[in-house]
């Protein structure tokens, strides 16, 4: 360890020896000691440099061809603003898109039927959705399973019975569940409308591979799911125009409630505490303030002896 040390000190007393001698010389050296002319040159090649290294920056990032992926724009979603509830037509509306279209490829086995009720249908509404689908039940008193109509309390079914069957029936590609999706991707709703609506022909010198689908929005522009809306894809039975655009906000409208369910629930809870505070904080203030005058306005004087 003591040999070390003075080594170490020895390299360090080195150091600081090259530095000294670093430091005359470029004393020497010194800018303010050249000629006139050299110093305009320097100056000149100075500037050029670093307007030049500014360009290529610049230019590198306005052409930067390996991010060709869009942002979403931000939407004005009707449920946006501090105070505003979710729009529930738009919720039935999206159960709607979700049921005819998206069930085809995705499932949601968080959501049960008992979920809708009070949000976008009445309880007979629900009853009458739910027994639509058939659910595996038992075993019956013969130890068999049977199948019975569905109730309010059973899932969403699912489209495929595990993830191997889904990733066969869609070129490889596994379609998520749609419980969480958009708190599950960047940009939320914005980003699902986006990508629902963004599908367009790959610019030019991109080719997508065979089964997939080129979309500026998804990350690798190149998704596995086809198209899955377009104007008309069915119709409303509220008679809204179903449009594409249309289309795409009810069923991002739908998700954003799946997945946050407590959402007009947390801002009612905002509202009731902002009102509370406003009258119960100037109220705490003035008792405050009430309270502490004594000791605040007294006044220590100093009586010398005489
Ligand atoms: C024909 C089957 C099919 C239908 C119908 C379908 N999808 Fe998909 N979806 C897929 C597949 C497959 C993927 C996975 C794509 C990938 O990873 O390349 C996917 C992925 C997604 C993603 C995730 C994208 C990401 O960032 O990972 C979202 C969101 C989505 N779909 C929404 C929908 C909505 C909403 C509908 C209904 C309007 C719908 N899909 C209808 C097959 C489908």
Redesign the pocket.
């Known amino acids: 360890m003591a040999v070390l040390r003075v080594l170490s000190s020895n390299a360090g007393r080195s150091l600081l020896n090259t530095e000294g001698a670093v430091r005359i010389s470029k004393a020497n050296m010194s800018f303010a000691n050249l000629s006139r002319g050299r110093r305009a040159a320097l100056s000149v090649l100075g500037v050029f440099t670093a307007g030049g290294a500014g360009l290529a920056i610049v230019l590198h990032q306005a052409v930067k061809a390996s991010d060709l992926e869009l942002h979403p724009p931000s939407y004005p979603w009707s449920h946006n603003g501090i105070l505003s509830s979710l729009d529930h037509a738009s919720i039935r509306r999206g159960y709607q ?2 049921k005819q ?2 069930s ?3 499932s949601m086995e968080y959501l049960a039927f008992r979920n809708l009720v009070g949000v976008s249908h009445t309880e007979a509404e629900v009853k009458a959705l739910a027994e639509e689908i058939e659910v595996v039940d038992g075993p019956d008193e013969t130890g068999e399973m049977f199948t019975r109509p569905g109730k309010l309390s059973d899932y969403f079914p699912k489209p495929y019975p595990n993830p191997e069957a ?1 990733r066969v ?3 490889g ?4 569940d ?1 419980s969480y ?1 958009v708190n599950a ?1 960047h940009g939320g709703e914005d ?2 409308f986006s ?2 609506t963004g599908y367009c022909d790959p610019p030019a010198g991109v080719s997508v591979r065979e089964g ?1 689908y080129y979309n500026p929005y ?2 690798g522009q ?5 198209p ?2 377009y104007n008309e894809v069915l119709e409303y039975e509220d008679g809204t125009p179903a449009t594409m655009s249309q ?2 906000k009810d ?2 409208t739908f ?1 954003r409630w799946a997945a946050e369910p407590e959402h007009d629930q947390r801002k009612r809870m905002g509202l009731k505490l902002l009102m509370g505070s406003a009258v119960l904080i100037p109220l705490v203030y003035y008792m405050k303030r009430h309270r502490w005058s004594v000791l605040k306005s007294r006044k220590i004087a100093y009586r010398p002896p005489r």
């Open positions: 898109v979700y279209v998206c085809a490829c995705h889904a029936a869609n070129n590609a596994l379609p998520p749609l999706i991707r980003y699902v990508l629902l997939l998804f990350p190149a998704i596995g799911m086809a899955p809306i289309v795409a069923v991002c998700l």
